[in-house]
């Protein structure tokens, strides 16, 4: 439950701050904000991936 609360407020904070730095207009802006938005929704469940892999490989580690 904390990492869809984390996700979607990482979206919205990615989305917020890519409509104030991107002033671009057209397509690319757009592009640009959404991609912004889906790397901030992403970014907590590719962190805790991270870490359960390597606590993964260090606990193999240590069997070996």
Do not use: D
């Not at 439950?1 to 757009?30: E, H, P």
């Not at 805790?48 to 260090?58: G, P, Q, T």
């Amino acid at each position: 439950m904390k990492l869809i609360i984390c996700s979607i407020f990482c979206g919205f904070l990615g989305l917020t701050v890519a409509g104030k730095i991107l002033s671009i207009g057209g397509q690319a802006g757009s592009f640009g904000i959404v991609l912004f938005g889906v790397i901030g929704f992403f970014s907590p469940s590719i962190y805790v991936l991270n870490k359960i892999y390597e606590n993964f490989k260090n606990e193999n580690n240590v069997k070996n």
